[in-house]
């Protein structure tokens, strides 16, 4: 896949049981052409859209993984069983009960003789809070996002030509996480629904949070850019429009609401 700058592919931007659109994933390539997959879905949905993207699987040498949920994790195995198949390197970070967790399903349900490629072919990088990694020349930092459900990393990344991306995960912000966040020229944040419709779609009981929580945190936090993602998928026809619209009420920087496959240029 070619490309110039610094762009972000939205392989998919649903949330847990979406089935009108992928689970929230994505690439980040930078200009200089580090390629680094974040999560890769809830199954090997993830083949299909890398392939619509136009992304090789074999040019993936680095996946973070946020955290041990299906929706987040299991299309990693098909592209570890990828690399363990066809003999390429990958490195995955994350936490260690996520690469146990993926370690031991693929010992489950690869054959031997390709599951006894990890540790050789696919490295598993244990990262714990605060940990930086690097990945071609993007600098990276992850985080812990205080999660009440389930440990999860988030990260922030200065881009080759200065600017600062944060990826705040997919629940609501933690004031613990403020430095991470406070200033980004690029904020990523979950937004299940809109505040509008929070008593069709009940959020807050699913520890998440609306369009307009995530725009009023950006515009509190001085975000130049806000990119929402892990939505509802019952309003798909409408979400771009009435997702910006929303946020924008609260927030006076640029407001993204991607589709699956669309590119961000950064």
């Known amino acids: 896949m070619t490309q110039q700058g610094n762009v972000i592919t939205m392989l998919g931007t649903g949330n ?6 992928y689970n929230t994933c994505f ?25 619509r993207a136009g992304i090789n699987i074999r040019e993936i040498h680095d996946i973070f993984v946020t955290h041990a949920h299906t929706d987040h994790l299991l299309g990693v ?32 349900l690869l054959p031997p003789k390709i599951s006894g490629r990890i540790g050789s072919m696919v490295m598993m990088n244990c990262l714990e809070d605060g940990d930086r990694f690097t990945v071609g020349d993007l600098p990276l930092q992850c985080f812990d996002i205080h999660s009440t459900k389930e440990r ?12 600062r991306l944060t990826c705040l995960g997919d629940e609501p ?12 020229d690029w904020l990523m944040s979950e937004a299940f629904c809109l505040y509008a419709d929070r008593d069709r ?25 806000l990119i929402l993602y892990h939505t509802e998928d019952k309003t798909l026809s409408t979400r771009q429009e009435r997702y910006t619209a929303e946020a924008l009420s609260a927030f006076s920087g640029q407001v993204f609401v991607p589709e699956d496959l669309d590119r961000i240029e950064l």
């Open 27 to 51: 690439t980040l390539q930078s200009q200089g052409g580090a390629l680094l997959l974040v999560d890769a879905g809830g199954g090997n949905g993830i083949l299909a859209q890398l392939e």
């Open 16 to 21: 847990a049981f979406v089935t009108h659109c």
């Open 173 to 184: 912000f933690s004031e613990l996480c403020l430095t991470y966040a406070e200033g980004a």
């Open 152 to 163: 999860q990393f988030g990260f922030t990344t200065t881009l080759p030509d200065g600017q």
């Open 201 to 225: 779609f009940n959020p807050y009981e699913k520890h998440h949070s609306t369009a307009l929580d995530a725009a009023r945190l950006a515009e509190r936090l001085h975000v130049k850019n």
């Open 77 to 108: 195995v098909w592209v570890m069983r990828s690399a363990l198949q066809h003999n390429y390197p990958l490195r995955v970070w994350s936490h260690r009960k996520v690469l146990d967790v993926l370690t031991e399903i693929c010992r489950q």
